[in-house]
């Protein structure tokens, strides 16, 4: 009897590692998937290349002939590392905004920050106005951004004030995306014919608009807001237990939840400014994270970021290959992927609920 408390806690520390090491399995596979869709998408196109092709050319192999190297590294390959880039963006974003306000459905879509940026961008389309006018071959990106990150600063300022519930703030994000929505409509109703289909076609969301410097911005600012959302991991999932335990645990709450908007306003801005909208990612690979390794942000966070890239690579593949040798605008995909998954979610709590 007197050696029980030891072999209990030896058997913990044997479950512990076992649960870790499913983890970071899961990681591992996840990061296989992406790997696998990216070289998919990079075969695919117009022209079609093998596996072996696309690694052959990605290692600079002299067997490969020249135009593939030049199709592959200079025309597919933003746009397949565009695809992961914006993915593991929006899906790291929407993981931390169902952590600071504790809602299973809080999105960048759906709270408004996408409609807030098609805005934006409609504006600079339409009349040609820009809120820095010296960007001028920007002014579209700049414009989105801008509106969205002014978007997500409004519903965090309104989550702060006294007696704001949970509920409350869907409900705010709701009216944002109807108010954004009503407003990109009346800027259509009075855009001309071109400047109309160029406001449609941007809204649709496509990663064929990808360049290199597109790319290496939106690489720079999430590279340099997931160490920050690291740093605050064990404040992170504190959090989810609930603002009261948090504070009792001596996290400050408050500055956290400012802090992390912040970085959420600019992770899920950017990506909406250079590909258009795109919806759901968020919002889906936050919650398959979040049904792989759990609510632990040192593998909820990776696994976020990997979920959304391997979704968003994956829906780059299929909209290659619904029409053979046309590209489908990557945003209505995801939208008729997540529209289900959104629909059995909201299910889903409604049951926990009663």
């Known amino acids: 009897m007197a050696h029980s408390p030891a ?54 192999s002299p067997g490969i002939s020249q135009q593939i190297s030049v199709v ?32 299973p459905l809080a999105s960048p879509f759906t709270l408004g920050i996408s409609a807030a940026a098609s ?103 999430l590279a340099l807001s997931l160490p920050l959302f690291i740093r605050r991991a064990w404040a992170l999932t504190a959090l989810r237990l609930g603002e009261d335990k948090a504070a009792s645990f001596g996290v400050n709450v408050r500055w956290l939840r400012l802090e992390t908007m912040m970085i959420i306003s600019l992770l899920a801005a950017v990506p909406v400014a250079f590909v258009g909208t795109i919806g759901f990612i968020g919002l889906v690979g936050p919650h398959i994270a979040r049904m792989l390794v759990g609510e632990d942000q040192r593998y909820f966070l990776p696994a976020s970021v990997l979920s959304g890239a391997a979704i968003l690579s994956l829906t780059s593949v299929i909209s290659k290959t619904i029409v053979p040798g046309t590209i489908f605008p990557i945003g209505i995909i995801t939208a008729l992927v997540g529209v289900p998954f959104l629909f059995s979610l909201i299910m889903t709590t409604r049951r926990r609920a009663w």
């Open 7 to 60: 072999i209990s806690l030896h058997e913990g520390r044997g479950v512990y590692r076992a649960l870790v090491r499913r983890k970071q399995l899961v990681l591992l596979a996840l990061s296989v998937v992406l790997v696998l869709s990216v070289i998919a998408d990079l075969g695919l196109g117009p022209a079609r290349y093998t596996m072996r092709e696309v690694v052959l050319a990605l290692v600079g």
């Open 72 to 103: 592959i590294w200079d025309i597919r390959m933003p746009v397949a590392l565009m695809a992961v880039v914006v993915g593991a963006a929006l899906s790291a974003a929407g993981a931390q905004m169902q952590t600071i306000l504790n809602n």
């Open 119 to 221: 805005f934006g961008a409609s504006i600079a389309l339409v009349f040609g106005v820009g809120l820095l006018p010296w960007a001028i071959d920007y002014v579209v990106s700049i414009n989105a951004l801008a509106m969205a990150m002014a978007a997500a600063l409004f519903i965090h300022f309104m989550s702060q004030k006294r007696g704001v519930t949970v509920e409350t703030i869907v409900l705010l994000g709701i009216t944002l995306v109807f108010t954004f929505n009503a407003l990109l409509a009346l800027v259509q109703y009075l855009a001309s014919e071109q400047a109309l289909a160029a406001v449609v076609f941007w809204t649709m969301g496509s990663l064929t608009r990808a360049t290199w410097p597109k790319l290496t911005i939106t690489t720079v600012v």
